[in-house]
Every structure is written in C-alpha cells, then in structure tokens.
C-alpha cells in the first residue's frame, strides 16, 4: 500500500537565449508535467508570438515521413546525437531522393495495378479454353460480352430472364457449374443489371482480347513475367535506396518529431524582452536532480519551488514495485486517484489473484489458463510469429483490447491460476476429477503424514465444508470492508477532514457489530438480552457507531445504512461462483466417466454412439467451465474490490502525471544529465 509520489509545483526561470537548451534538458529528464502559468505569472508575462523554425520543422517532417513511409524498412544500426536545430535541418535537407523515390512509387503503382488486371485476364484465358474462334469475337460495337461460372439453378433463372434484355447465351460449356458467355446489346444493359440479380450470379465483362484462348494465355502471361521483372527492379531500387538512407531518415524524423513537440510545450512559457519562465510539477524525491541538472546545462537558469494554491491540483504519480507495475491500468480503469489519495494498486495485486483462485477452485482449469495467459504474453511479444486463430477472431479480439491490455490481463491471470491450483488441490479438484487420495495414500504409507484420505481438505459439497466456507467468504467481506472503511479513515486524515475521520470510524464500529450479531444469531439463536448476553454489548456498539456517523457524516447518511450489510454479504459471491463451476464440472464427469449418481454407467460405457456424444459433450462442457472459469473470476473479483472495498476510500478525480518526455529510439539525448549528488 503506497500513497501516490509527493508532488511539489515549481517555475524554471532563465534567460530567453538558454530557452532552447532548456527544453531540451525538460524534455531529456522526463520528469516536470508542464501546466499553463498561473494567473499571477501571466499577468506579467506575454506568451511567445513567433517559435521560429515551427514551419520549416512542419515541413521537413511531412517530407521525412513521407519518404520513410515509402521506403521498404531496413534495419537501423546505432544511434545518433544533434548538435543543434540547424544539424537536424541539415542532415534532413542531404537526404535528397524524394524526385527519384516518387518516380519509383508512381512506377510501382502503375505496374501493381496492370499486374492486377493481367492476373484477372489470365484466370479469364484459362476458362475461356471451350471457346475455339477467335476472342476478338466478343469485342462488339453493338453489344458488350460477359462470362461467368454459374450453378445449373441459377442458370436455367438466367437462361429463362436474358430475352428481357434482350441479351443471350452466345457459348456455354460444362453442366454444373455452366461455364457460359452472355452477349448483351448496350440498349439493354440497364435490364441486364436486374436479370442477373434475378439469377443471383456474378459475371465479369470480358476484355478486348485478339488471338485464340491458347495464344492469349501464352502472350498474357509472356506480359506478366516482363512486368514482374520490372516491378523487382523497382524493389531492388527501392530497397537499395533504403539501405543507404532508411537509417539516416528514421533519426531524423524522430527528432523532428521531438523538435515539434518542443515547440508546442512553448504555449505554457510565458516571455519577457529578455527571460522566460515556465510553470509546472516534479515529484519531490526529483527536485535535486532537477536543479543539478538545469544548472548544469544552463547556469543561468534556476528552478524555485512555489507554495501550491488551495486550488492547486497536482497530477497523480502511482509509484508501486515493478513487478506490480502492470496492476496500475486496473486502478485507472476504475478511478485515477487523486495526489491525497491512497494508491490501491498494491492491494489489488495481492487480493485480485487471490478472490480469482478461490472462485476457481480447480488444478486443471488453473493449468490450462496459467497456459493460455503465457501464450498470450509470448503472442503479444512476438506478433509477428504465425498463428492458428482466425483473422475475424483476432480483427474482434483487437477491437476490445489493446495488445499491452491483454499483456496486462494475462498477467493478471498467470497470478490468479496459481492461486487457482492452490484451492483446486485444496478441494481436490481437477476438471472436475479427485486424485489426491492416491498421491496421499503414497504419502502416508511411506511418510506416516497423516493427510485426508480421501484426499480433500475441505468438500465444498458436504454441510461442514459448506459452512465452513460460507464462514469464510463472510469473514473475508468483514476484513475487506473493514480494510477500505480504515484507508478513508487514512485518506480524511491526509486531507485535515476530522468529521470524516469519525464517520467512517463509525461506519467500521456499526459493520462490525451487525456482523457479530449475525454471528451471535448463527450461535445461538436470539439476540435476547437475557438468552443471549453476548448481543448487548454489541448493540451498543452498533448504536454508537449510527451516532458516530450522522456526526460525521450527517443524518443522511442513514439511507446508506443497508449498504455496509449487503457489501459484507456480496463476499458470499466467492463462494457461489466456486460451487457453480465446482458442481457443473462434477455433474458432466459423473455423467460422462461415471458411475452416475443412480448407480449406472456413465455414457463411455454405453456403446460406440453414446462413448461418442459423451466424448463431445465432455469437451463442450468443460470448454464452457473454462471459459466461464476466466470471466466470473475476473468480473466478479475486480468488482467486489470496486464497489465493495475501493468505494469506501477511493473517490478519485485525479489528473495523471503526463511528464514532458518522449521515446528515442535513434537518437541520443542532446543534453548531459550530472549524476545526482546524495
């Protein structure tokens, strides 16, 4: 459990000719979140009426982008550092190909759409070999020609509907399908359209063509051979030109790209005749480096911390383990927290996993995701490599998530299967099947360890172990409830908020007491005073508590009271999601392998057909569980953490910390960044 990094708001102030190497130094450290000025500082400031260099930069980069774009990629070796604005420019403006580079593309285009058509005239050729005249035939004034390949149904509909047209067969070959030849006057091609939507059929118009179907084919693909020759030529000159310049163009037009975005930072400066200054946030561990830095690279500049404003907002830094990292997105999914907030990311981590594997509850279900998750990640990481799954699958599967999504997800559910197989050895359960009891009768016999021999710790099917995980789902509420009511209590104390302190300490006293209660009526029966002294002190716990937060929180809050009962109860979800999945993969087991609970045979013992549909049904069913056994856990489990837990202290509404930085991939940062003093 962290709190978000502590964020100080700051002004860099220098001389207007260190401007320049300024931004760099922000941009390459990566640390300050830029804001416009503050009313104070715009009053005396003016914004800057002319960057300079903004068009020339706009221009080179389209023309950069272009080429790259229109260059085949090769591979960039090592990286590059400019020395200023006008070397970028320069090297840029050396790379003089866009003439030859357009020249080639136009050529390319050209021969890729005649190397088209001459593959559609080729096919067309070879069908045309039941026709001996001559092809120049169907080259009409009058009429126009179509050929089609057409089931015998749709033919006899087509044959019987071309005198509407006027049009008819002029050759036809083979019985189902027809390959067939429709001459259509021009006068009656307006009817045409609508007699071969009658017919359902799709024709294609046949082309000038000279010589016999033989000789056509033979001078056709004599033609294409000579345009593909070309069109590699083109390739070779193409990626000749990309070897020589691809590196030299990807530098530059990723520090073009940099030099734009400097320029667009330059909104939030505020200039004088002679200096500038700029407004924004660090996190405070950064401060010193920043100062080092700055005075490092610019001597005249300087970075004063300024006293944030009630009406301040510092951006929100979630600071968590790297390994943890990733459970971040499922914090921003629900709320950015704001700066005063406690960081729930943590406590997602480690509970998440945990509320997936009980509602799981099965070894082999929790292998076969463990597995699924990895090959997602290795998918996401390679996707490049070939796969089985369908293109309308993965074009579906891209429109919900992005790939760094379902990286996110799959290792969220790596964590949640193993804690899957934990409660499914527990349970003694896989797919459905036990096999503890032989591993454990190995064990006992050789080891003397005493273990179950039937090889379950815990039968969610028998009352004891019903009860006993009923019990526990409950206490789980209480703990989780109780964990999010004492981070409000942390997050009113952060922010000065007394009165809410005392309320959601009397919404604590006023859960704990109605489930003591219950516990008390489980026990024994009646909250009687007399029968059941253990319910008076605990009423007044709960009458306290109420007090306690219409104090607080005043008497409205009253309306809410249900809330906290049905937040501690929805935990008994836990449970109910395990039994469902836990019973169904018991009942096709049973029903399929058998002995059924009547005492018969399951149906792999029935003969060849019901082996066969108790095979398919097997495999369905258990498909379905599966499936089942990734969504419920997941929903379910990010939703009690949501709604049950996270609403009683996360309000959220925080900006998120976007640093004023950018990826370089070919280039070096222009500025030295000193190592930090301790």
Do not use: C
């Not at 390679?382 to 290792?411: D, G, M, Y």
């Amino acid at each position: 459990m962290l709190k978000p990094a502590h964020m100080q708001k700051v002004a860099v102030v220098g001389t207007k000719s260190e401007r320049p190497k300024v931004v760099s130094t922000l941009y390459d450290m990566g640390v300050i979140h830029i804001e416009p000025l503050s009313k104070e500082a715009a009053s005396v400031l003016k914004p800057e009426a002319d960057a300079g260099g903004s068009k020339e930069i706009s221009e080179e980069l389209l023309r950069i982008k272009a080429l790259r774009a229109a260059l085949p990629p090769t591979p960039v070796q090592g990286t590059r550092k400019f020395s200023s604005l006008k070397d970028v420019i320069d090297t840029s403006r050396s790379v003089s190909i866009d003439h030859e580079v357009l020249k080639l593309k136009d050529r390319h285009e050209k021969l890729a759409t005649q190397l088209d058509e001459l593959k559609n005239n080729i096919a067309l050729a070879q069908n045309l070999q039941f026709v001996k005249e001559d092809l120049n035939i169907f080259d009409l004034e009058s009429a126009v020609s179509f050929f089609g390949i057409v089931p015998a149904a749709n033919y006899a509909v087509l044959v019987q509907n071309l005198p509407s047209a006027e049009a008819s067969v002029a050759y036809s070959a083979g019985t189902d399908p027809v390959k067939v030849i429709v001459m259509v006057p021009k006068a009656g091609m307006e009817k045409f359209g609508s007699v071969i939507q009658k017919a359902d059929v799709r024709l294609q118009r046949v082309p000038p063509l000279k010589g016999s179907a033989p000789e056509v084919l033979a001078k056709l693909q004599q033609d294409q051979k000579s345009k593909e020759a070309e069109l590699a030529d083109i390739n070779a000159q193409l990626l000749a030109l990309s070897q020589k310049h691809y590196g030299t163009i990807s530098q530059v037009e990723e520090q073009l790209s940099i030099e734009a975005r400097k320029l667009e930072v330059l909104n939030n400066f505020g200039f004088t005749e002679s200096a500038f200054a700029v407004e924004g946030w660090v996190p405070e561990k950064r401060l010193e480096g920043v100062k080092q830095t700055l005075s490092h690279n610019s001597p005249s500049t300087r970075m004063f911390e300024i006293a944030s404003e009630e009406h301040d907002k510092p951006p929100t830094l979630l600071e968590n383990p790297k390994r943890l990292r990733f459970f971040e997105s499922f914090i921003r999914f629900y709320a950015t927290p704001d700066s005063h907030e406690v960081d729930p990311s943590l406590i997602f981590g480690l509970v998440f996993p945990i509320f997936f594997g009980l509602m799981l509850g099965d070894f082999g279900y929790g292998v076969l995701i463990l597995l699924i998750a990895i090959w997602i990640i290795r998918r996401v990481n390679h996707p490049e490599r070939k796969t089985l799954i369908p293109e309308a699958l993965r074009s579906f599967a891209a429109k919900i998530l992005k790939p760094v999504q379902f990286k996110k997800l799959a290792k969220a559910l790596i964590l949640g299967s193993i804690a899957g197989m934990v409660m499914g050895f527990t349970l003694n359960a896989y797919f459905g099947f036990p096999f503890n009891q032989y591993l454990f009768a190995y064990l006992n016999t050789n080891f003397h360890l005493g273990l179950p021999a039937n090889g379950t710790f815990l039968d969610p099917l028998s009352p004891k172990g019903l009860k006993t995980l009923l019990l526990y789902s409950g206490y789980i509420g209480l703990f989780m409830v109780s964990l999010g009511l004492g981070l409000g209590m942390l997050n009113a104390y952060y922010m000065h908020e007394r009165k809410h302190i005392i309320g959601k300490f009397g919404w604590l006293l006023t859960g704990w007491g109605i489930a003591l209660t219950g516990l008390g009526l489980l026990h024994h029966g009646s909250i009687n005073t007399l029968a059941n002294p253990i319910s008076n002190p605990l009423i007044i716990v709960i009458i306290a508590g109420i007090g306690l937060i219409i104090y607080g929180e005043g008497a409205q809050q009253m309306a809410e009271l249900p809330t906290i009962v049905s937040n501690i109860i929805s935990y008994t979800r836990l449970l109910g999601i395990l039994l469902a999945s836990y019973v169904l993969a018991y009942l096709i087991d049973n029903q399929v392998v058998g002995p059924t609970t009547s005492g018969t045979p399951g149906l792999l013992y029935g003969g060849i057909p019901l082996a066969i549909l108790g095979v398919v049904l097997f495999v369905m069913v258990h498909a379905f569980n599966l499936i089942l056994g990734i969504l419920e856990p997941g929903i379910q489990g990010a939703r009690l953490l949501y709604v049950e837990t996270f609403s009683k202290f996360l309000h959220g509404g925080g900006k998120p910390f976007a640093p004023f930085k950018g990826p370089r991939t070919f280039t070096l940062s222009e500025t030295t960044i000193p190592e930090t003093k301790k």
